[in-house]
């Protein structure tokens, strides 16, 4: 396993003492994901949340450093407990908890990035122990990051788990159950897949509108700012990021394009909408099934609902940037307000997010088997909800960035064993390749996390 060269963003900031501000930022930018780090793991939030309050204190560069360390650290973090563990001959729980981020923040740096020489990394550290506890606390930091950097590869600290499963899950950064089901339904060598591409960082994926040029155009405004795109294997209208940030372009103001994996572009085209159809989007926000669908065939009329004020304002906010107009309520898509009926009732049901743990790596310390069930049980009543809308004919469209048969396969049959009126819909003839070879049965669409992309399952059902 070798490490990984941080390439942050370049920044335009110049002028007079310019070097020194950067030197001062750059030693509290590992304070800063400490911060972040430490109330993530706590409130079991999205790292987003407060990597977006701690982002606006620095420049472009240094903001790339603050969401690699943390994000990184995230993904990797069960394997960093591991090594800490190792290098200061005590159990983790033991470390003073205040010591816990920075060492995990230092140790992240050492064993996975090289862009920061290791004495700063642990010097850094070093001065925050001095800062959060007493003399000893701080000699312990340094004593366990320099032996640390001595064996600054994760393979010099192997993991001696009788357990293979065990084993794996501390050597891939999972929790253990997660790793279990996994290799019980996917087999090995697709586990093994995944577990290696939720550690991997996500590029930016964009969704391009048809009736706005399409990605070819999209791309060659994007690539005239400096940027370079590649077309996105799965949605036709998506488009990779490798380098530059297409938010800071007159593209994005003019609101040419969405940020969407292009797994969830493909997950909503499922099937792909025809002229004029009539879709209600019941649980909506952030908007990206709604504008998948207009961005495919803009004739499509979508009315839009969430459940959450809040996550409503953040709908209308897309809105208002892409220039698209939708009817927007606030609503329970279990006990929705609508008359209906629509052509196409697209769902996306409550879950777990096992899908998305390469973007959100704060989801692996928070899932349980418990909450798998809960989830479940939420998304049957939101579909009990949503059925009644779906006009004869219509098609019921239920989607997930879930991997767990709990909350797919178990939840859509549990539902059609009382709603006889709605069957599975064939997909063969439907999509076209290489979306089609996500089919794994009459109805039933996945995709697993991979590549560039999330992971997703889709349910089409049709009703008599």
């Avoid at 506890?133 to 993991?159: C, K, M, Q, Y």
């Avoid at 418990?370 to 009644?388: C, H």
Wanted: contains cysteine; charged residues 25%.
């Amino acid at each position: 396993m070798s490490k990984r060269h941080f390439e942050p963003p370049a920044t335009s900031q110049t002028g007079p003492g310019r070097s020194r501000r950067m030197s001062a930022r750059q030693d509290n930018v590992r304070a800063a994901a400490a911060w972040v780090l430490e109330r993530t793991l706590a409130s079991m939030a999205p790292a987003d949340s407060f990597l977006d309050s701690a982002l606006p204190r620095f420049d472009d560069r240094d903001q790339g450093l603050l969401r690699e360390l943390v994000m990184g650290t995230l993904r990797w973090l069960r394997r960093l407990d591991h090594v800490i563990t190792a290098a200061s001959s005590r159990s983790f729980e033991q470390i003073e908890e205040v010591l816990r981020s920075p060492l995990r923040i230092a140790t992240y740096q050492l064993l996975f990035l090289d862009r920061v020489p290791a004495h700063a990394a642990v010097h850094e550290a070093v001065e925050q122990a001095h800062q959060l506890t007493h003399r000893g606390g701080a000699s312990f930091v340094n004593g366990v990051l320099r032996r640390i950097a001595r064996a600054p590869r994760p393979e010099d600290w192997p993991v001696n788990e009788p357990d293979p499963v065990r084993r794996l899950a501390i050597e891939k950064s999972h929790p253990d159950f997660l790793v279990a089901r996994w290799l019980d339904r996917f087999g090995t060598a697709r586990t093994l897949d995944l577990l290696d591409a939720n550690n991997q960082p996500k590029p930016m994926h964009l969704l391009a509108f048809r009736d706005r040029g399409g990605r070819e155009l999209l791309a060659e405004a994007l690539i005239d700012e400096g940027m370079e795109v590649e077309p996105a294997s799965l949605s036709p209208l998506g488009l990779i990021v490798r380098r530059g940030n297409p938010l800071a372009s007159a593209a994005f103001q003019r609101g040419d394009f969405y940020v969407q994996d292009e797994a969830s572009q493909a997950a909503a085209l499922i099937p792909p909408p025809g002229r004029k159809e009539t879709v209600l989007d019941a649980a909506a926000a952030p908007g990206g099934k709604s504008f998948s669908l207009l961005a495919w065939e803009p004739t499509v009329r979508v009315t839009m609902g969430d459940v959450a004020v809040a996550r409503a304002v953040r709908v209308r906010d897309n809105q208002r940037r892409l220039r698209r107009a939708l009817p927007l309520a606030v609503a329970d898509a279990g006990a929705l307000p609508f008359r209906g009926p629509f052509d196409r009732v697209v769902l996306d049901l409550p879950c777990t997010g096992t899908g998305t743990l390469r973007r959100h790596p704060e989801i692996k310390w928070r899932i349980s088997e418990g909450e798998i069930g809960r989830l479940s049980r939420q998304a049957l009543r939101l579909l009990e909800g949503a059925a009644p809308l779906v006009a004869p004919g219509g098609r019921l469209v239920a989607i997930t960035c879930s991997l767990e048969r709990e909350e797919n396969e178990d939840v859509l049959a549990r539902f059609l064993a009382t709603h006889p009126e709605l069957s599975l819909l064939p997909l063969e003839r439907l999509l076209e390749s290489p979306v089609a070879a996500g089919i794994t049965g009459p109805g039933a669409w996945r995709i697993l996390t991979g590549g560039d992309h999330d992971g997703f399952t889709v349910h089409v059902l049709a009703k008599a």
